[in-house]
């Protein structure tokens, strides 16, 4: 009978396993589709975010749509960036899709899902369907970077936009890459491409906070 009972409590106490939450529960990884026309920099635009996202310690993705856009059709990327290993570097369900014009908005919006962000270039995307649980942000993306010096230069409104969404922070990083990238081709207009971002940055960071 003594030794019923000793096995018993055994059983009674099993050791406690300690969890870790974050293996359990990783971040989930964040798809974002930049759309646009040819000449428009959406490539780019999607390259220095993917640069931006791995020089701050995420995986990332980044997959360009070659072909028909350098004759002004519709130009695309996927980028995808988070904490854990990253499968499919296709977007499929995009937690931000940028559409700088409007075949763009008509091709990609069928991504969107309830919590997805909608950046829309209102300057070239007069009407916007309806899409319950996606926050929409609406910006004269063409004009504000016109305003500010250099209409060509309305993907790096875009680079800035998207960093300040996803939530990346080291601005020196940031405006690194720029300088890395665009000093080398156009030293000239490096510091308009360098206001432009910060300008779409603010955007980005605002829009994430509301």
Do not use: W
């Amino acid at each position: 009978m003594a030794s019923v009972r000793k096995v018993k409590k055994a059983v009674a106490k099993p050791k406690r396993r300690v969890v870790n939450a974050a293996k359990v529960c990783p971040a989930a990884t964040t798809e974002i589709l930049l759309a646009g026309s040819g000449g428009q920099g959406v490539i780019l635009a999607g390259k220095l975010v993917a640069q931006a996202a791995i020089g701050e310690g995420y995986n990332a993705t980044y997959i360009p749509s070659y072909g028909a856009e350098v004759r002004g059709g519709t130009a695309h990327c996927h980028v995808k960036m988070g904490r854990r290993p990253i499968g499919s570097p296709i977007v499929e369900d995009a937690t931000i899709l940028v559409a700088m014009n409007e075949p763009s908005y008509k091709a990609f919006s069928s991504l969107l899902r309830k919590g997805s962000t909608l950046v829309v270039n209102s300057s070239l995307v007069p009407t916007i369907g309806k899409h319950p649980g996606v926050k929409i942000v609406s910006q004269e993306l063409t004009k504000i970077a016109a305003d500010m010096g250099s209409m060509r230069s309305a993907n790096m409104l875009v680079f800035g936009v998207c960093a300040g969404l996803v939530g990346l922070k080291d601005r020196e990083q940031l405006l690194g890459i720029l300088g890395g990238v665009l000093g080398k081709k156009n030293p000239g207009l490096l510091e308009v491409n360098q206001r432009i971002f910060e300008k779409g940055f603010e955007l980005g960071q605002a829009a994430a906070a509301e």
